[in-house]
């Protein structure tokens, strides 16, 4: 399973790092993804990062503020997001290919 947590409320300018946690999988072998889904809108890519390297993809909107990272040894992917806006307001879920998703965590920046 994926377990995201650190989701909260920020003020607009904020930042939030999220923290996906993986069990029951070899975690190591598999690329891990971060998206999104704001209200009434479909889940959208933010980024991900391979296993064993620090090999990273972005959505172009996002990759000068987010930032995607991992550690093996924890289990554990990141998604640091800075200079956090309104429209940054959504559900952050992490994926793992094909078809396992965590149950998401909300992030809601006030203006």
């Known amino acids: 399973q994926l377990v995201e947590s650190g989701g909260g409320s920020v003020q607009t300018g904020g930042s939030l790092t999220l923290t996906c946690t993986g069990s029951?999988?070899?975690?190591?072998?598999?690329?891990i993804m971060w998206y999104r889904q704001a209200p009434g809108k479909e889940r959208r890519y933010l980024a991900e990062?391979?296993?064993?390297?620090?090999?990273?993809d972005y959505a172009d909107d996002i990759k000068d503020r987010f930032t995607i990272s991992r550690d093996d040894a924890k289990k554990m992917v990141y998604l640091r997001m800075n200079d956090l806006a309104p429209f940054d307001t959504a559900v952050y879920y992490c994926?793992?290919?094909?078809?396992?998703w965590g149950q998401g965590t909300q992030v809601t920046v006030s203006s």
């Open positions: 990062v391979a296993p064993r390297s620090d090999i990273t």
């Open positions: 994926h793992r290919e094909p078809d396992l």
């Open positions: 029951g999988f070899s975690f190591n072998d598999h690329t």
